[in-house]
């Protein structure tokens, strides 16, 4: 089975809460805003290329690489994303969510949108482990495994 590799490197950063349930370090309530699509290539506070397919988050002060469930109140759906840049600073927002974050989590459309934060992990390794270094029996776990959940992480531009 050929999986596209986006399909799976969105949610790499969460394989060890997907075996165990993480304890939650803090929790927070407030607006989620969505990045731009001006960022889009542009080098994250953290250095790193920011891409709108990626789960990654902006926060003011929460250090880079903390692991974050976001959840939307209303739906109950939720994900788990990587601060790996600083912000939102403007409208009273809490936290900027990629494109495929907000689709995710459903207000896409709407720009903003209420959210639950619980903090999983505090900081961590300076960067994500690159996708070839994974195991490819554990990459094929995950990705299989998000298949046979029906999980959509389709990418559409």
Known sequence: MNVPVLKISALLSC????????????????????????????????????????????????????????????TQK?????????????????????????????FLGKGVGEVKLRILRWGGATSPKPLADLDPQVTYFAADSLLRRKTDLRIHH
């Open 15 to 74: 394989l060890t809460f997907c075996k165990a349930k993480a304890q939650i370090i803090k929790e927070l309530t407030g607006l989620a805003s969505i990045y731009h699509s001006k960022f889009e290539g542009k080098k994250t506070a953290a250095g790193e290329l920011f891409n709108q397919t990626f789960l990654t988050a902006a926060h003011r002060s929460l250090p880079f690489n903390s692991l974050v469930e976001v959840i939307n109140p209303l």
């Open 78 to 106: 939720s994900i788990i994303v990587r601060i790996n840049d600083r912000g939102p600073y403007g409208h009273h927002r809490l936290i900027d969510l990629s494109e495929t974050g907000a689709r995710l989590l459903g």
